[in-house]
T-cell receptor, first 113, second 115 residues
Framework: QKEVEQDPGPLSVPEGAIVSLNCTYS??????FMWYRQYSRKGPELLMY????GNKEDGRFTAQVDKSSKYISLFIRDSQPSDSATYLC?????????????FGAGTRLAVHP | GAGVSQSPRYKVAKRGQDVALRCDPI?????LFWYQQALGQGPEFLTY????????KSGLPSDRFFAERPEGSVSTLKIQRTQQEDSAVYLC?????????????FGQGTRLTVV
């Protein structure tokens, strides 16, 4: 079993829909939870990250972390065709210094006009 | 340049051939990471440099994989005697702070196809 599980999709939604993307994890030591967007044939681009539990909002994007359930979510409001990409969750321990980043497999999202 | 630059963008190698993949990090970035991303999968950590020191190479899949960053700037990932299972996108990321993942920027990757 992988440390980070993510449904690969694909997920297809109409423009304007609310999108929910999710990951589960098994390592309770993870403290930082990150969401990346990766367009086809491009490198991952960091969207936002959260430290420990709680919610964080940035424009149309909201990240949620539930450490008790080892479950994280990314919500996209008013989705646009330009949001069509693969979304990767990633996480790592804190504790000072360098810590290895562990990625999920990514969820492919298609937003159609 | 403004971002992390990787070259070549695409590489086709015959099985058994040696390849070298280059990463030019953002100027002044002390941390440099290499990842391997297989088709339909998320990136997997290969190795980490702080300046010229390779502090973690636990993700390198075999002794055919070798990475270096001799002057603390440009890094090269070398794969000897390539195998079909080495086919993947190789991503490089750099960060201005020691070991920081939250400040890391990724390059566009090198897509390696072994035939």
């Amino acid at each position: 079993q992988k440390e980070v599980e993510q449904d690969p999709g694909p997920l297809s939604v109409p423009e304007g829909a609310i999108v929910s993307l999710n990951c589960t994890y098994s390592n309770s030591a993870f403290q930082y939870f990150m969401w990346y967007r990766q367009y086809s044939r491009k490198g991952p681009e960091l969207l936002m990250y959260t430290y420990s539990s709680g919610n964080k909002e940035d424009g149309r994007f909201t990240a949620q972390v539930d450490k008790s359930s080892k479950y994280i979510s990314l919500f996209i409001r008013d989705s646009q065709p330009s949001d069509s990409a693969t979304y990767l969750c990633a996480m790592f321990n804190s504790g000072g210094g360098y810590n290895k980043l562990i990625f999920g497999a990514g969820t492919r999202l298609a937003v159609h006009p | 340049g403004a971002g992390v630059s990787q070259s070549p963008r695409y590489k086709v190698a015959k099985r058994g051939q040696d390849v070298a993949l280059r990463c030019d990090p953002i100027s002044g970035h002390v941390s440099l990471f290499w990842y391997q991303q297989a088709l339909g999968q998320g990136p997997e950590f290969l190795t980490y440099f702080q300046n010229e020191a390779q502090l973690d190479k636990s993700g390198l899949p075999s002794d055919r994989f070798f990475a270096e960053r001799p002057e603390g700037s440009v890094s090269t990932l070398k794969i000897q005697r390539t195998q079909q299972e080495d086919s993947a996108v190789y991503l490089c990321a750099s960060s201005p702070s020691w070991g920081s993942n939250t400040e890391a920027f990724f390059g566009q990757g090198t897509r390696l196809t072994v035939v």
